[in-house]
C-alpha cells in the first residue's frame, strides 16, 4: 500500500514539474528608449502625409517673416492691435489638426520678434480680463499699477484663414498623395480690408499608415 501511495505521489509531482517547465514565461524585455526629435525636422520613424511639427514650426515661422516685413502692420508710428487665434481660422481640409497649435506658434513667435512694433489683444483671455476688472471695480482688488480703461481694448486686425488640402490615392499601389494650402490674412476690422495675406503649401506622398491624434 505505501509502495502504491509513493508512486502515485513520484508520479504527481513529475507532471506538476513538467507543468512548470512547460508555462509561459512573462517577457520583461525593455521597452524602446525614448528619443527627443528636432520639432523643424521630419521623423525618421513615423510620418505620413498629415500636417505634423515640421510643416508648422515652417509655415509660422515664414508668416512671422512675412508679417514684419510688410511696412502698413509693422511699420506704424502708433503699434496696431491684433489678435491671432483660431476663432477664425478653420480646418476644410482632410488632415486632423489641432488649430490652435498653429495659431498659438503664430502669435508667440510674432509677438517675440515684433519687440513692441505691435500689441498683442488676447480675446481670448477676455473672461479672464472681466473677471479682473469687476474685481478692481467692485474694491475687491486694488487698482494695480496699470492704468484704468473704460474698456478692453479693441483689436485693429483679427487673423482669419483657412487649411484646405486635395488627395490621391493610387488603385494599385495604395499610396497617398495629399496636397495642403493654408492660407493666413489679417483682416482690418473696421473697413473690412486685408492688408495682409500669406500662403503655405506642401504636398507630400506616402503609404499612409500613420494615425493622427
Same mark, same amino acid.
Given at each position: 500500500?505505501k509502495?502504491?501511495?509513493?508512486?502515485?505521489? =513520484?508520479?504527481?509531482?513529475?507532471?506538476?514539474?513538467?507543468?512548470c517547465?512547460?508555462?509561459? +514565461? @512573462?517577457?520583461? +524585455?525593455?521597452?524602446?528608449?525614448t528619443?527627443?526629435? &528636432? *520639432?523643424?525636422?521630419p521623423?525618421?520613424?513615423v510620418?505620413g502625409v498629415?500636417?505634423?511639427?515640421?510643416?508648422? =514650426?515652417?509655415?509660422? &515661422? $515664414?508668416m512671422v #517673416?512675412?508679417?514684419?516685413?510688410n511696412p502698413?502692420?509693422?511699420g506704424?508710428? +502708433?503699434?496696431?492691435?491684433?489678435?491671432?487665434d483660431?476663432?477664425?481660422f478653420?480646418?476644410?481640409s482632410s488632415?486632423?489638426i489641432?488649430k490652435?497649435?498653429?495659431t498659438d #506658434?503664430? #502669435?508667440?513667435e510674432?509677438?517675440?520678434?515684433?519687440r513692441?512694433r505691435?500689441? /498683442?489683444?488676447a480675446?481670448?483671455?477676455?473672461?479672464m480680463?472681466? $473677471?479682473a476688472?469687476? =474685481?478692481?471695480?467692485?474694491?475687491?482688488t &486694488? %487698482?494695480?499699477?496699470?492704468?484704468a +480703461? $473704460?474698456?478692453?481694448?479693441?483689436?485693429?486686425y483679427r487673423l482669419g484663414?483657412r487649411?484646405t488640402?486635395?488627395?490621391?490615392v493610387?488603385?494599385?499601389? %495604395?499610396?497617398?498623395? #495629399?496636397?495642403?494650402?493654408?492660407? /493666413?490674412?489679417l483682416v482690418? @476690422?473696421?473697413?473690412g480690408?486685408?492688408?495682409?495675406?500669406?500662403i503655405y503649401?506642401? $504636398?507630400?506622398?506616402a503609404k &499612409?499608415? *500613420?494615425?493622427?491624434r
Amino acid at each position: 500500500m505505501k509502495s502504491s501511495l509513493s508512486l502515485m505521489g =513520484a508520479a504527481g509531482l513529475a507532471v506538476l514539474l513538467s507543468g512548470c517547465a512547460t508555462s509561459p +514565461t @512573462l517577457d520583461n +524585455t525593455a521597452g524602446r528608449k525614448t528619443m527627443y526629435q &528636432d *520639432v523643424a525636422a521630419p521623423s525618421a520613424t513615423v510620418a505620413g502625409v498629415g500636417i505634423e511639427s515640421q510643416d508648422i =514650426a515652417s509655415m509660422t &515661422d $515664414k508668416m512671422v #517673416r512675412d508679417i514684419l516685413s510688410n511696412p502698413d502692420i509693422s511699420g506704424r508710428a +502708433t503699434p496696431p492691435r491684433i489678435v491671432v487665434d483660431s476663432a477664425y481660422f478653420s480646418n476644410d481640409s482632410s488632415s486632423r489638426i489641432n488649430k490652435n497649435m498653429i495659431t498659438d #506658434r503664430l #502669435r508667440i513667435e510674432l509677438n517675440r520678434a515684433a519687440r513692441g512694433r505691435l500689441v /498683442f489683444i488676447a480675446q481670448h483671455y477676455g473672461d479672464m480680463v472681466d $473677471k479682473a476688472r469687476e =474685481a478692481k471695480r467692485s474694491g475687491q482688488t &486694488d %487698482g494695480g499699477t496699470i492704468r484704468a +480703461t $473704460k474698456a478692453q481694448g479693441a483689436p485693429d486686425y483679427r487673423l482669419g484663414g483657412r487649411i484646405t488640402s486635395s488627395d490621391a490615392v493610387s488603385a494599385s499601389n %495604395g499610396n497617398v498623395s #495629399r496636397y495642403h494650402m493654408i492660407t /493666413f490674412e489679417l483682416v482690418e @476690422l473696421e473697413l473690412g480690408s486685408i492688408p495682409w495675406s500669406g500662403i503655405y503649401e506642401f $504636398k507630400k506622398e506616402a503609404k &499612409d499608415d *500613420v494615425l493622427y491624434r
